[in-house]
């Protein structure tokens, strides 16, 4: 299993987005949230609790599996297309002076599209 363990700035200034992969085609751009960085020149997003569980439920339609144990904060899965399981702890991040309760889905990992940094097809 792979837990991704995010350390994020105190002083990390983060903003809103849609997100998706391959221009939405594999994922659907779905709100989330980042503080502009890139991992391989791809999007590192954060997403709320219901897009978080959204975006699990895709990954694993094909098979694998996705869980919330409520007691650790934590979502774990195994998409279809992995050969591991990967976890993803909540954190909280404040974006413009509002703070939000997310999980880096994802992040550092696959491979994110910024929608406000790509003109999609669609």
Wanted: charged share 25%; net charge negative.
């Amino acid at each position: 299993m792979v837990t991704n363990t995010i350390n994020v700035p105190q002083d990390a200034e983060f903003y809103e987005s849609e997100f998706g992969i391959d221009d939405g085609d594999i994922l659907p751009y779905l709100r989330g949230y980042s503080q502009g960085d890139r991992w391989n020149g791809w999007a590192c997003p954060y997403f709320e609790f219901e897009n978080a569980k959204k975006i699990l439920e895709l990954v694993t339609e094909g098979g694998g599996y996705w869980e919330y144990d409520k007691a650790t904060d934590i979502f774990r899965a195994l998409p279809h297309m992995a050969d591991f399981e990967e976890s993803w702890k909540g954190l909280d991040i404040d974006v413009n002076g509002e703070t939000k309760h997310v999980y880096a889905i994802g992040a550092y990992f696959w491979t994110w599209q910024d929608k406000s940094w790509y003109k999609p097809r669609n």
